[in-house]
T-cell receptor, first 115, second 115 residues
């Protein structure tokens, strides 16, 4: 089966510009996660979806970050306006519909550089 | 609040050595624990998944153990090779993340295997 797809792979923008990342999870996977991974650190959860509803967005900087998952399939994560400290790899992951005990699969990530 | 810690942060060993990576977590209310490998500039590759009811899982030269009551897991790598050089991350699927579970990561251990 196809894995988790993310695009773009790389993005360079100037501060105060906006950017959007796209994620297509494994077909049929109900749970979708977005993570931010700063160089040298572990991934930090930004937002978790169950189908098209938000389960946890407690660590999402809502003044500049937004995310949606229309129809419970693809998801987009947007940053507007970007700051220098947003430079990181943004990872998308999905889990199957059998729930929390199933394996999580990750995409290749999008590396964002804000200059 | 679940916290995951990995020790050591970095490890360098000569080729052929057996080694152990450690992961600890503060809340034993977990569904499972997953070990991942991350190569520079890449996404996360799942190595092993241990359900909360299991004690260990094996795949090739890798063996992961789980002691839920003490909040610890270890990843044992036998006969290490230069190709094992990567960052190893552990993640726990914790209660409280809805149907999918809340996936919380440690900071990772950067492993370097010298020829």
């Amino acid at each position: 089966e196809a894995g988790v797809a993310q695009s773009p792979r790389y993005k360079i923008i100037e501060k105060r510009q906006s950017v959007a990342f796209w994620c297509n999870p494994i077909s049929g996977h109900a749970t979708l996660y977005w993570y931010q991974q700063i160089l040298g650190q572990g991934p930090k959860l930004l937002i978790q979806f169950q189908n098209n509803g938000v389960v946890d967005d407690s660590q999402l900087p809502k003044d500049r970050f937004s995310a949606e998952r229309l129809k419970g399939v693809d998801s987009t994560l947007k940053i507007q306006p970007a700051k220098l400290e947003d430079s990181a790899v943004y990872l998308c992951a999905s889990k199957g519909s059998r729930g929390a005990s199933t394996e999580a699969f990750f995409g290749q990530g999008t590396r964002l550089t804000v200059v | 609040k679940q916290e995951v810690t990995q020790i050591p942060a970095a490890l360098s060993v000569p080729e052929g050595e057996n080694l152990v990576l450690n992961c600890s977590f503060t809340d034993s209310a977990i569904y499972n624990l997953q070990w991942f490998r991350q190569d520079p500039g890449k996404g996360l590759t799942s190595l092993l998944l241990i359900q909360s009811s299991q004690r260990e899982q094996t795949s090739g030269r890798l063996n992961a153990s789980l002691d839920k009551s003490s909040g610890r897991s270890t990843l044992y790598i036998a006969a290490s090779q230069p190709g094992d050089s990567a960052t190893y991350l552990c993640a726990v699927s914790s209660f409280g993340g809805g149907q999918g579970g809340k996936l919380i990561f440690g900071q990772g251990t950067e492993l370097s295997v010298k020829p």
